[in-house]
């Protein structure tokens, strides 16, 4: 199921909402800020100020959404937002007292089983109106984890027809079928088949697939990736099986990033489990064509038979021994019960570097939100830890200082290369003076296990966007970022790029641009500009953006008061042509006009 979040809009609602939290793995609980006084004991939560903005904003990210108020508060607020119901989330109302539990959207996706599990845990009454799960207390086209439908297309004729009288056979186990109220008799025409094998659905028969199957891949560096899908292809259909009863691809950890395995993983749509030589040996006597000269290679006896025995556990059997393919081999071997979690071996190395934004949560992209809600371990500065804290559920922080920046970078992708879900955290935009160059850095200087890392870089809004927009549009036209810090780089550079710069006539982001200990140097910028731009020239000091204390000044080049700058501090040098405008409303906005034209005189290329 999606991230559950549980939204509080009063004191009493987030004790429910904590009450609720506390039963369902990975569920969170949000809270308005103006409820926030009445709770002193609540654990972390998600602070928001708008409720219908905040709804809205979780349901099209995907969240379930379970709202501690009046079901028109939710449905009002997710209205707008209403596209595909085959694809929304499911939302439920509770009512503040805890008496009523109402799913009001993703009744078939979840919505009626959540509102009865809350229901059962507040002794209240879920009311679920959806025909088939009144009556038969299951929803058919809602299998519960572990489970494939094959033909959802079907299920409301079938459905209808259950609902009329007729019968239904149960051919293959799954308890969660064989425990409803649905109507079983041996002579009936409809039938429900639970298998791996493929086999054809239709009108009079749902076919539900069991994730009980696991493909073990071994990989030659490098080899081609269509090459090991059609292998898998291959051995699933010569003995009938069905792909979407692939639970787990398998493979040794030192082939994981191998682009072949990769990409079967991905196109089976399947979590990619890995195991050491180690744990692969040990699955030796139960291994159908053992060979010495992979031991000699890898450490193990087998790379396709073990893993696909090691990830489905010791009462599993092979039941495609091993295939080779070009530069690849393949074995399936099949588990007693569904494949939900694995229970031994690592997921894929994962890194993800993520900007915070200037600080403002407002600010922070889903994207951001969605690997920080999922991740295993947080490594950062604490100060940026601190920031994300209310969406913490139980991850594991690693904090770190000032000047620690490599060691941030090292304890990240260690703690990746052991299959931990980790996330490197930086202010702004990860990759505008952030944390990313450096650990791309690392990675190719550092040690082998870290080059097996899947990276992905989230971006951020970076403090220029963000000084930028807070005045209008400064960044209208041509422009650059420069740090000043000399700590890292040569003076003479930092000079030689603000002379560069100057004479481009480039609106110019000054960034770090003093400190306690390090202060000429912007003093040095401000005399190389007014060397090259008018006096008038606007300039922005932009401090401590998207926080309470958050502070803009609109001055001129030939004023700008030094004594404002710091670290927490952005300066923005407007280009010869950027332009200040005062409104009726006493405000003023910057922008640097781009050159835009009447259409008769305007060039093709302009507006690109």
Known sequence: MSKIAIVALTGPGARLAQRIADSLSGAQVHLCKSARKDIKSLPRVVLFDRASEHLGGLFRSGHVVIGICASGILIRSIAPHLDDKNHEPAVIAVSEDGASVVPLLGGHHGANRLAADIAALLGAHAAVTTASDSRFSIALDDPPEGYWLANREHVKGF?????????????????????????????AELEIIVTEKQIEASRDRLVYHPAVLAVGVGSERGADHEAALDLVKMCLGREGLAPQSVGVVASLDLKEAEPAIRHVSKVLCCPLQLFDSRHLEAETPRLNTPSDEVFKAVGCHGVAEAAALASTGPFSRLIVTKHVGVRVTCAIAQASLP????????????????????GNPSWRSAEVRSILESASDLVGLSLYLDLIEPLSLGQRRHDFSLGEERLRVERALSLASEGRKVVLVSSGDAGIYGMASLVFEAMESGREAWRRVDVTVAPGISALQAAAARVGAPLGHDFCAISLSDLLTPKESIIMRLNAAARADFVTALYNPASKLRFSLFLEALDIFQAHRPAATPVIIARALGRPEENITITRLDQVDAEQIDMLTLVLVGASSTRCIDLVDGSRRVY?????????????????
């Not at 640097?592 to 690109?608: L, S």
């Open 159 to 187: 459905v209808s027809r259950l609902l009329n009288g007729e019968g239904v056979r149960l051919v293959g186990k799954a308890p969660w079928l064989a425990n409803s109220d649905l109507p079983f008799a041996q002579d």
């Open 339 to 358: 494949i939900v979690k694995a229970a031994t071996g690592r997921g894929p190395a994962q890194l993800s570097v993520v900007g915070l934004g200037p």
């Open 592 to 608: 640097t006009p781009r050159g835009y034209q009447p259409p008769e005189h305007q060039d093709k290329e302009v507006g690109r």
